[in-house]
């Protein structure tokens, strides 16, 4: 296999069109490295505006493993985003499967998985679907990193009104690891940079952890703690996250993830929501 990683191939981000897959793509654009999107749909709104950015498009199916075998040659890395939510935690293993299976057919010099922290100690199922896919990568004959993101700041909803509110199922004065969206890409252009010294490794990531009562504040928001039975009742996989985020939690070493990229402008929580504000 080859272990080259010729800088004016493309990095193909899997899942550009979305949220994390697109910030990826941007932050490895924007450090001067040539893009490529893998995209069902050429012509859909979110892929043309990749494609505005100068971001290549090639069309593959997750569920199609020679369509992502002929999108997958010729790239210098592969960061290949997986989810669970659109059908459920085994197509989310499947798709992981079918992407590792793929890149080993392809010969794809550098496999970067975007997986979560703690995947493989958090008793949360689509944490565990992760680390299934994490296992599966470790088998196979493809260089690889895995990236390990804490709670995204993008996940936090306020719920408008005349006293806005921010409503979790967490004691307000639990740290929560977490991470902006900006700062996990421009994280993956610097390992992309870095590439031998994260051969073989797990990076777990946050850039900061504010409580609660922090959080709310810096939104101009009240905080109200919801009862964990209650997300329970609607979603047995978010109720089991957040009562590990309530109790264990991601135990990750903010400071020392910030001496490790020094060539990332973390963003804290309060200046994050001061810019959407």
């Given at each position: 296999m080859s272990s080259a990683h010729p800088a004016d191939q493309p990095v193909l981000v899997t899942g550009a069109t979305g949220t994390q897959g697109g910030a990826v793509a941007r932050a490895i654009a924007a450090s001067g490295r040539p893009v490529a999107a893998l995209v069902r749909d050429p012509a859909a709104p979110r892929a043309v505006a990749l494609a505005e950015l100068g971001i290549e498009l090639r069309k593959g199916d997750l569920g199609d493993p020679d369509s992502l075998v002929t999108a997958f040659a010729g790239v210098s890395a592969l960061y290949a985003i997986t989810t669970p939510f659109e059908a459920g935690a085994d197509a989310e293993v499947a798709q992981g499967v079918a992407i590792v299976d793929a890149a080993g057919r392809a010969a794809v010099p550098w496999l970067i998985l975007a997986s979560v922290a703690a995947a493989d100690r958090a008793p949360v199922p689509h944490f565990r679907s992760k680390a299934?896919?994490?296992?599966?990568?470790?088998?196979?004959?493809?260089?690889?990193?895995?990236?390990?993101?804490?709670?995204?700041?993008?996940?936090?909803?306020?719920?408008?009104?005349?006293?806005?509110?921010?409503?979790?199922?967490?004691?307000?004065?639990?740290?929560?690891?977490?991470?902006?969206?900006?700062?996990?890409?421009?994280?993956?252009?610097?390992?992309?940079?870095?590439?031998?010294?994260?051969?073989?490794?797990?990076?777990?990531?946050?850039?900061?952890?504010?409580?609660?009562?922090?959080?709310?504040?810096?939104l101009g928001a009240v905080y109200e703690q919801v009862p964990l039975a209650a997300i329970e009742q609607r979603s047995a996989d978010l109720g089991a996250m957040y009562r590990f985020l309530a109790g264990e939690g991601y135990g990750i070493d903010v400071d020392a993830v910030r001496r490790t990229y020094p060539e990332v402008t973390w963003t804290t929580f309060r200046e994050w929501a001061g810019a959407r504000r």
């Open positions: 299934r896919i994490e296992a599966h990568l470790r088998s196979a004959d493809v260089p690889w990193t895995v990236v390990a993101p804490s709670y995204f700041y993008e996940n936090v909803a306020v719920a408008p009104g005349e006293e806005p509110r921010l409503a979790l199922p967490l004691d307000p004065g639990t740290p929560l690891h977490q991470i902006a969206l900006a700062d996990l890409g421009a994280t993956v252009a610097a390992i992309i940079g870095r590439r031998e010294e994260h051969l073989g490794r797990r990076v777990e990531l946050a850039g900061e952890a504010p409580t609660p009562a922090a959080m709310a504040q810096a």
